[in-house]
C-alpha cells in the first residue's frame, strides 16, 4: 500500500491517485487548498476555480473520505515540517466516499475536549496525530520484541482465556459457564501457570503478546484488561533471564526512539533499593538518596527522638542541595501533609545557612550538629527532611518525598531514561488485613537456595529469586526463577497457609504435572502498555490503548458493561439479586 506522503519532489510531473479523509480547506484568491490526510500524514490538493469538481471540492466537509486524480507540481512555498511539503498535487478529478457529519470536537493535536467525549468517540480521537502514533509506536515495540524472541528460538504459543482462577492475586473476571450451570470460568490474571507448564512439555523458550485481566479499582496507569509480554525460559537462572530481557529492552529503544541503552544493567538489591530510596522501583534520573542517621541520635535528649528511638523506630532523613531559602515555614508545612500520607506523624526540618543548623530540630547538642554537618557533607543553603517512624513508614514517606521534590525541583531530565533491575526481593510480605504472610510475587518464585529451609520457619527472612526490571521509577516488567520441584512447591503453599483441601483444589492439576520432570525454568512478563507509555512519554495508560476502558471500567462508546436479556440470564441459570 502506498501512503500519500510516499511522494515528493522527485514525482513532480506524475499523475496520482490519493485516497484520504479532508483534514483542512481553505480559500486564497479563489484557489481552494485542501490538506488531504492518511495514515501516515498531509499532502496538499489544489482545485483551481475552472475545475469542474470546484464547487464540490468548496462545499467538502472536514473528515469527508475523498479520492484524487491530479498532477504533482513543485510547491511555491516549501514546507519544511511534513514530508510532502515541497509538493503540491493539482487536482483534476474528485470522487467523494463519504460525507462526515458535524464533528464533536476538533481532530487536532491540542483539540481541548473532555476526555469521556474523545472516548464516547474513540475512532475520532484515533485520528488525531499523537493518539494515532502512540498507536503505531506500540505496534513498532511488539514487532521489534518478536523479532527478539524470534531470533533468540522462542516460541509463540497462545494460552486459555477460560480458565480456571490463576494466582496474581488480583480479583478475577468470572464468566459464567452454560454448560455446566452454577460453575464459572475465571478471565486470566496472566498465563503464569500456562506458561510454566509449557516448560514442563519442553517447549524451552515461550513468549506471548498475552491478554490479562485483573478486576481491581482502577488508576491513571492501570486498566481491566491489559498486555503482558509474557515469557519463560528452561535450564536457566536469574542471570540467564536478566540478560535476555535486558538484550530486548536495548533492542526495542534503539528500535523504537533510535536510544542506546547501556548494558549491562545495575543490579540493587530489593533490601537496597529500600534502604537507599524507600522504593522497589527507584528512580535513579536523580540521586538524593535516603541517609540513615540513626547513630548520630543514639545518645538524643531531643524528646521527640529519643521517645521514638526507645519504641525502636529509626532516624532517616534526606537532603535537597542548595534550596533551603526556598522553603518558608509554609511550604515545609506543605510536604510535612504530604509525608503524613503514607503514615510519618510528622516531619522535622533543617537548614543549613552560613554554617549553622537551624529549623524545627530544637536543642541538637555539638556531637549531633558535627554528625549530621560530616555525614551528610552539608553545604550552605542545604535543606535536612528528617522523619522518624518504624522502617517501613520511614522508608516509604521518605522515598516518595524523594520522588515529589524530585518532579519540584526540575531535578528530572525527562529525556533520560535509568534502568535498573531489583533483585533479591522478600519472599513473603505480611499482610495486616489478611493477618498473615503473602507471597511477594507469586507463589511459584523458587526461594534462594540458602533460604529454602526457612520457608516454614523463617517467613521475614527468606528472599527469594525474583527481578523486576525498573526505569524512571517504574516497573517495566516481573518475573522469577520458579519451583521445579513439588516438594518445595508444596511447602510453599503451607507457608501461605493454604490447607491440603485449599491446594487440591486450587492446584492439584499444577503440583502433579510437576512431578514428570521439569526443568529448573523462569521467565518474565513485561507491562506492554507500561513500557510504551515510557516510549512515548505519558503518564496516562489510555493514550496507549486504541480502545480503553475509563476509571470506572466502562467503555463510554459501546456502553460496556451492560446488562443483558432476561432469556440469556436464564440459559446461564443466573438470577440477579441488586
Ligand atoms: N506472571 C507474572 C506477573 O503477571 C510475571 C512472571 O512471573 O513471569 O506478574
Same mark, same amino acid.
Given at each position: 500500500?502506498?501512503?500519500?506522503?510516499?511522494?515528493?519532489?522527485?514525482?513532480?510531473?506524475?499523475?496520482?491517485?490519493?485516497?484520504?479523509?479532508?483534514?483542512?480547506?481553505?480559500?486564497?484568491?479563489?484557489?481552494?487548498?485542501?490538506?488531504?490526510?492518511?495514515?501516515?500524514?498531509?499532502?496538499?490538493?489544489?482545485?483551481?476555480?475552472?475545475?469542474?469538481?470546484?464547487?464540490?471540492?468548496?462545499?467538502?466537509?472536514?473528515?469527508?473520505?475523498?479520492?484524487?486524480?491530479?498532477?504533482?507540481?513543485?510547491?511555491?512555498?516549501?514546507?519544511? /515540517?511534513?514530508?510532502?511539503?515541497?509538493?503540491?498535487?493539482?487536482?483534476?478529478?474528485?470522487?467523494?466516499?463519504?460525507?462526515?457529519?458535524?464533528?464533536?470536537?476538533?481532530?487536532?493535536?491540542?483539540?481541548?475536549?473532555?476526555?469521556?467525549?474523545?472516548?464516547?468517540?474513540?475512532?475520532?480521537?484515533?485520528?488525531?496525530?499523537?493518539?494515532? /502514533?502512540?498507536?503505531?509506536?506500540?505496534?513498532?515495540?511488539?514487532?521489534?520484541?518478536?523479532?527478539?524472541?524470534?531470533?533468540?528460538?522462542?516460541?509463540?504459543?497462545?494460552?486459555?482465556?477460560?480458565?480456571?482462577?490463576?494466582?496474581?492475586?488480583?480479583?478475577?473476571?468470572?464468566?459464567?459457564?452454560?454448560?455446566?450451570?452454577?460453575?464459572?470460568?475465571?478471565?486470566?490474571?496472566?498465563?503464569?501457570?500456562?506458561?510454566?507448564?509449557?516448560?514442563?512439555?519442553?517447549?524451552?523458550?515461550?513468549?506471548?503478546?498475552?491478554?490479562?485481566?485483573?478486576?481491581?479499582?482502577?488508576?491513571?496507569?492501570?486498566?481491566?484488561?491489559?498486555?503482558?509480554?509474557?515469557?519463560?525460559?528452561?535450564?536457566?537462572?536469574?542471570?540467564?533471564?536478566?540478560?535476555?530481557?535486558?538484550?530486548?529492552?536495548?533492542?526495542?529503544?534503539?528500535?523504537?526512539?533510535?536510544?542506546?541503552?547501556?548494558?549491562?544493567?545495575?543490579?540493587?538489591?530489593?533490601?537496597?533499593?529500600?534502604?537507599?530510596?524507600?522504593?522497589?522501583?527507584?528512580?535513579?534520573?536523580?540521586?538524593?538518596?535516603? /541517609?540513615?542517621?540513626?547513630?548520630?541520635?543514639?545518645?538524643?535528649?531531643?524528646?521527640?527522638?529519643?521517645?521514638?528511638? +526507645?519504641?525502636?523506630?529509626?532516624?532517616?532523613?534526606?537532603?535537597?542541595?542548595?534550596?533551603?531559602?526556598?522553603?518558608?515555614?509554609?511550604?515545609?508545612?506543605?510536604?510535612?501533609?504530604?509525608?503524613?500520607?503514607?503514615?510519618?506523624?510528622?516531619?522535622?526540618?533543617?537548614?543549613?545557612?552560613?554554617?549553622?543548623?537551624?529549623?524545627?530540630?530544637?536543642?541538637?547538642? +555539638?556531637?549531633?550538629? /558535627?554528625?549530621?554537618?560530616?555525614?551528610?557533607?552539608? +553545604?550552605?543553603?542545604?535543606?535536612?527532611?528528617?522523619?522518624?517512624?518504624?522502617?517501613?513508614?520511614?522508608?516509604?514517606?521518605?522515598?516518595?518525598?524523594?520522588?515529589?521534590?524530585?518532579?519540584?525541583?526540575?531535578?528530572?531530565?525527562?529525556?533520560?531514561?535509568?534502568?535498573?533491575?531489583?533483585?533479591?526481593?522478600? @519472599?513473603?510480605?505480611?499482610?495486616? +488485613?489478611?493477618?498473615?504472610?503473602?507471597?511477594?510475587?507469586?507463589?511459584?518464585?523458587?526461594?534462594?537456595?540458602?533460604?529454602?529451609?526457612?520457608?516454614?520457619?523463617?517467613?521475614?527472612?527468606?528472599?527469594?529469586?525474583?527481578?523486576?526490571?525498573?526505569?524512571?521509577?517504574?516497573?517495566?516488567?516481573?518475573?522469577?526463577?520458579?519451583?521445579?520441584?513439588?516438594?518445595?512447591?508444596?511447602?510453599?503453599?503451607?507457608?501461605?497457609?493454604?490447607?491440603?483441601?485449599?491446594?487440591?483444589?486450587?492446584?492439584?492439576?499444577?503440583?502433579?504435572?510437576?512431578?514428570?520432570?521439569?526443568?529448573?525454568?523462569?521467565?518474565?512478563?513485561?507491562?506492554?502498555?507500561?513500557?510504551?507509555?515510557?516510549?512515548?512519554?505519558?503518564?496516562?495508560?489510555?493514550?496507549?490503548? @486504541?480502545?480503553?476502558?475509563?476509571?470506572?471500567?466502562?467503555?463510554?462508546?459501546?456502553?460496556?458493561?451492560?446488562?443483558?436479556?432476561?432469556?440469556?440470564?436464564?440459559?446461564?441459570?443466573?438470577?440477579?439479586?441488586?
Amino acid at each position: 500500500m502506498i501512503m500519500n506522503t510516499n511522494y515528493n519532489i522527485n514525482n513532480v510531473g506524475e499523475t496520482v491517485t490519493l485516497k484520504g479523509w479532508v483534514s483542512k480547506k481553505r480559500n486564497l484568491g479563489g484557489l481552494l487548498f485542501i490538506d488531504l490526510r492518511d495514515r501516515s500524514g498531509i499532502i496538499q490538493l489544489i482545485v483551481r476555480p475552472e475545475n469542474k469538481f470546484y464547487e464540490q471540492a468548496s462545499s467538502l466537509k472536514n473528515e469527508s473520505t475523498i479520492k484524487v486524480t491530479g498532477e504533482i507540481i513543485k510547491r511555491e512555498s516549501v514546507n519544511k /515540517n511534513i514530508p510532502t511539503g515541497e509538493i503540491e498535487v493539482i487536482v483534476n478529478d474528485l470522487e467523494v466516499y463519504s460525507t462526515s457529519l458535524d464533528l464533536p470536537f476538533e481532530i487536532s493535536n491540542d483539540c481541548t475536549a473532555l476526555e469521556d467525549t474523545r472516548l464516547k468517540y474513540r475512532y475520532l480521537d484515533l485520528r488525531r496525530e499523537n493518539l494515532k /502514533n502512540n498507536i503505531i509506536t506500540r505496534h513498532k515495540v511488539v514487532t521489534s520484541i518478536r523479532e527478539y524472541l524470534n531470533n533468540n528460538d522462542f516460541i509463540e504459543i497462545e494460552t486459555p482465556i477460560l480458565c480456571k482462577s490463576t494466582p496474581e492475586g488480583a480479583r478475577d473476571f468470572l464468566v459464567p459457564s452454560r454448560v455446566s450451570k452454577g460453575s464459572f470460568y475465571a478471565l486470566p490474571q496472566s498465563p503464569q501457570l500456562f506458561k510454566q507448564l509449557l516448560m514442563v512439555s519442553g517447549f524451552q523458550r515461550y513468549y506471548q503478546v498475552a491478554r490479562c485481566f485483573r478486576d481491581e479499582d482502577l488508576r491513571a496507569d492501570r486498566q481491566p484488561e491489559f498486555t503482558q509480554v509474557d515469557m519463560e525460559l528452561s535450564f536457566v537462572d536469574e542471570e540467564d533471564v536478566m540478560q535476555m530481557v535486558e538484550g530486548l529492552f536495548k533492542k526495542v529503544f534503539k528500535d523504537v526512539i533510535n536510544y542506546d541503552i547501556k548494558l549491562p544493567l545495575m543490579r540493587m538489591k530489593y533490601d537496597d533499593a529500600m534502604e537507599l530510596y524507600g522504593s522497589d522501583k527507584p528512580d535513579l534520573r536523580f540521586d538524593m538518596k535516603i /541517609n540513615n542517621i540513626t547513630k548520630i541520635f543514639e545518645n538524643t535528649e531531643i524528646p521527640f527522638l529519643k521517645s521514638s528511638l +526507645e519504641n525502636n523506630n529509626i532516624i532517616n532523613c534526606i537532603v535537597a542541595k542548595n534550596v533551603a531559602t526556598n522553603y518558608s515555614r509554609k511550604e515545609i508545612d506543605k510536604l510535612t501533609d504530604f509525608v503524613k500520607t503514607y503514615k510519618a506523624s510528622g516531619l522535622a526540618f533543617l537548614k543549613f545557612i552560613n554554617g549553622e543548623l537551624t529549623g524545627s530540630l530544637k536543642g541538637l547538642n +555539638e556531637n549531633e550538629i /558535627n554528625g549530621l554537618i560530616n555525614e551528610l557533607k552539608l +553545604e550552605e543553603n542545604d535543606l535536612v527532611l528528617i522523619v522518624t517512624a518504624n522502617y517501613n513508614v520511614t522508608k516509604a514517606s521518605l522515598g516518595a518525598l524523594r520522588c515529589k521534590l524530585g518532579r519540584d525541583l526540575n531535578l528530572i531530565d525527562i529525556n533520560d531514561y535509568k534502568f535498573l533491575w531489583v533483585t533479591d526481593f522478600p @519472599a513473603f510480605e505480611y499482610s495486616e +488485613e489478611e493477618g498473615r504472610f503473602m507471597a511477594t510475587h507469586h507463589p511459584f518464585t523458587m526461594p534462594k537456595d540458602e533460604d529454602v529451609d526457612k520457608l516454614l520457619t523463617d517467613k521475614g527472612n527468606c528472599y527469594s529469586k525474583a527481578y523486576d526490571i525498573v526505569c524512571n521509577g517504574y516497573e517495566a516488567g516481573g518475573g522469577s526463577i520458579r519451583i521445579h520441584d513439588n516438594d518445595i512447591q508444596q511447602k510453599m503453599f503451607e507457608a501461605l497457609e493454604l490447607t491440603e483441601e485449599q491446594i487440591e483444589d486450587k492446584f492439584g492439576w499444577f503440583k502433579d504435572a510437576l512431578k514428570y520432570g521439569t526443568p529448573p525454568h523462569g521467565g518474565l512478563a513485561i507491562g506492554l502498555e507500561r513500557l510504551v507509555m515510557l516510549l512515548v512519554k505519558s503518564n496516562n495508560i489510555r493514550d496507549v490503548i @486504541a480502545f480503553p476502558k475509563t476509571a470506572s471500567a466502562s467503555d463510554l462508546m459501546s456502553e460496556a458493561p451492560n446488562i443483558v436479556d432476561e432469556s440469556q440470564l436464564k440459559e446461564l441459570g443466573i438470577k440477579l439479586d441488586i
